[in-house]
């Protein structure tokens, strides 16, 4: 299977639960946040975006919530399917010139 | 994303080698990247271009050089391999568009065995 990520922290799940992924961010700079989900032997995927005027902002099944304050994101998957393992970072971009990306979390769901 | 390609997904390869990865990308994007990812770490970029003619270096380029021979590829050189460049590469693209959004776009990987 794929190596990425041998040492990420893990999430294990019950399908149809709720998942909340968290990432603590570096930069209270940062003005521009991503998450993306990266399945097994595959490229990282562009999931749900966040500028940091904004606390909250909802996809489809999925919520990212943005706290400025401790310098903390979240990615809330509602209804959790088999098809939502993968592991998951986020990004911070500040002024378009530099992105800075987490490691990590490996969601696993269990039917 | 097929609409950003890597060749070859997989290599193997000696130390003191020259070899090069390759990326294409049909989004018509003018910037365009180049990542390694190593397990437990976040993606770092090794170099990044925004347009044929405007190449910079990323957080970790020593030991790698790029070419970017048209708009829509961008190729990654190990000029002299060794061990320690094992690791998953990635190409990326990005659609910038002045508001202060820039999603990034992602190859397939290609992976790469310096034995």
């Known amino acids: 299977g794929e190596s990425v990520g041998l040492h990420l922290p893990t999430l294990s799940v019950q399908e149809g639960d709720n998942s909340i992924i968290n990432c603590a961010y570096s930069?209270?700079?940062?003005?521009?946040f991503i998450w993306y989900k990266q399945e097994s032997g595959k490229g990282p995927q562009f999931i749900i975006d966040i500028r940091s005027n904004m606390d909250k902002r909802q996809g489809q099944r999925v919520t990212v919530l943005l706290n400025k304050t401790v310098k903390h994101l979240s990615l809330q998957i509602a209804a959790t399917q088999p098809g939502d393992s993968a592991v998951y970072f986020c990004a911070e971009g500040y002024n378009n010139n530099d992105m800075r990306f987490g490691a990590g979390t490996r969601l696993t769901v269990k039917p | 994303d097929a609409d950003v390609t890597q060749t070859p997904r997989n290599r193997i390869t000696k130390t003191g080698k020259r070899i090069m990865l390759e990326c294409s990308q049909t989004k018509g994007h003018d910037r365009m990247y180049w990542y390694r990812q190593d397990p437990g770490l976040g993606l770092r970029l090794i170099y990044y271009s925004f347009d044929v003619k405007d190449i910079n270096k990323g957080e970790i380029s020593d030991g790698y050089s790029v070419s970017r021979q048209a708009q829509a590829k961008f190729s990654l050189s190990l000029e002299s391999a060794i061990p320690n460049q094992t690791a998953l590469y990635f190409c990326?693209?990005?659609?910038?568009?002045?508001?202060?959004?820039?999603?990034?776009?992602f190859g397939p990987g290609t992976r790469l065995l310096v034995l």
């Open positions: 930069n209270s700079a940062s003005d521009y």
């Open positions: 990326a693209t990005s659609d910038f568009s002045g508001t202060g959004q820039e999603t990034q776009y």
